[in-house]
């Protein structure tokens, strides 16, 4: 005999929230690295221009930090885009179109900070 009443449920997505909430935690504290490097760099380096500036992101581990610093910031982003659009667009399709548009946004920003890395 099944039970359809009382206090049993079966709850879905459960610690989603926890698992965005960390992210958000882990990313800052990455990007926030990333920004104390670069500062060090430029405060205590030699006198800023061009070249400097071009130097500085030319060593292959600067160019993987920055990589990774940028995949950080898209998580980053999609996480607080992904969570205004669920709670402020009702309409399903109109939240589905605006989740498709982030992702390729954010796909299409990666493709270009990726782009300008490398050609450093």
């Known amino acids: 005999m099944s039970k359809n009443?009382?206090?049993?449920r079966i709850v879905v997505g459960a610690h989603y929230?926890?698992?965005?909430w960390l992210s958000q935690r882990v990313t800052a504290i990455l990007m926030a690295l990333f920004t104390l490097?670069?500062?060090?760099?430029?405060?205590?380096?030699?006198?800023m221009g061009y070249d400097r500036w071009a130097a500085i992101?030319?060593?292959?581990?600067?160019?993987?930090?920055?990589?990774?610093?940028?995949?950080?910031?898209?998580?980053?982003?999609w996480v607080g885009i992904r969570d205004i659009w669920m709670d402020y667009i009702k309409p399903v399709g109109l939240r589905l179109a605006l989740h498709v548009f982030s992702i390729v946004w954010l796909v299409g920003c990666a493709g270009w900070a990726v782009q300008v890395l490398w050609r450093l």
């Open 17 to 20: 929230g926890l698992r965005d």
């Open 37 to 47: 490097v670069v500062l060090a760099q430029v405060l205590f380096g030699p006198a």
């Open 5 to 8: 009443f009382g206090s049993q």
């Open 57 to 77: 992101f030319s060593a292959q581990w600067m160019k993987v930090l920055t990589f990774v610093t940028i995949l950080a910031l898209l998580q980053h982003a």
